[in-house]
Antibody, heavy 119, light 110 residues
Framework: QVQLVESGGGVVQPGRSLRLSCAAS????????MHWVRQAPGKGLEWVAY????????NHADSVKGRFTISRDNSNNTLYLQMTSLRTEDTAVYYC????????????WGQGTLVTVSS | QSALTQPASVSGSPGQSITISCTGT?????????VSWYQHHPGNAPKLMIY???NRPSGVPDRFSGSKSGNTASLTISGLQVEDEANYYC??????????FGGGTMLTVL
């Protein structure tokens, strides 16, 4: 069965960096576009970034552009989110999510990892 | 990348029907049929309920349906059940090759 397991969350000071990982299993990872989506405490879902199946295309939300970078390692079935210059408003649960394929929708989500940016 | 506009809350009684609207622009909902809807129970991962405006993934009851007119998409739930109580989010692909979510709608089943 499809599994997405995020890791790397924790408490970090403003201005510092953190890298999230998402280990994928149960499907052909290299065939799917992948996303990061976050939810701040008491807020709604916010799309963060996507990366194409082979890593050739990616895009990021304006709120994180220039600070966050999505990447993937298809040989190890792992998705990453490198986060730099973290701000308090980046505090959220970060979800790794699989795009269904050619539908621009997510059919599987991880359970999320909490990132808290606080001094 | 302004969020799509959804009502903050809707409510209905068991057995009734409700509709949640999602308003965007001609750069997102109005431009593409890549509109999806997600059900989110707090503490759980979101669940895909509708994709490409009106398609239901396998396992989603046919009580859930989606539609679109111009820049507004809608999710209709008929025959409301207690377990439908959750937060619902719409989502669309955009002309900037990004994604945008709605602000979310809390459905209460009275």
């Amino acid at each position: 069965q499809v599994q997405l397991v995020e890791s790397g969350g924790g408490v970090v000071q403003p201005g510092r960096s953190l890298r999230l990982s998402c280990a994928a299993s149960g499907f052909f990872f290299s065939s799917h576009t992948m996303h990061w989506v976050r939810q701040a405490p008491g807020k709604g879902l916010e799309w963060v970034a996507y990366i194409s199946h082979d890593g050739s295309n990616s895009n990021h939300a304006d709120s994180v552009k220039g600070r966050f970078t999505i990447s993937r390692d298809n040989s190890n079935n792992t998705l990453y989110l490198q986060m730099t210059s973290l701000r308090t408003e980046d505090t959220a649960v970060y979800y790794c999510a699989r795009d269904q394929s050619n539908s621009w929708c997510v059919d599987y989500w991880g359970q999320g990892t909490l990132v808290t940016v606080s001094s | 990348q302004s969020a799509l506009t959804q009502p903050a809350s809707v409510s209905g009684s068991p057995g009734q029907s409700i509709t949640i609207s999602c308003t965007g622009t001609n750069s997102d909902i109005g431009a593409y049929n890549y509109v999806s809807w997600y059900q989110h129970h707090p503490g759980n991962a979101p669940k895909l309920m509708i994709y490409e405006v009106s398609n239901r993934p396998s396992g989603v009851p046919d009580r859930f349906s989606g539609s679109k007119s111009g820049n507004t998409a809608s999710l209709t739930i008929s025959g409301l059940q207690v377990e439908d109580e959750a937060n619902y989010y719409c989502n669309s692909f955009t002309s900037s090759a990004t994604w945008v979510f709605g602000g979310g709608t809390m459905l209460t089943v009275l």
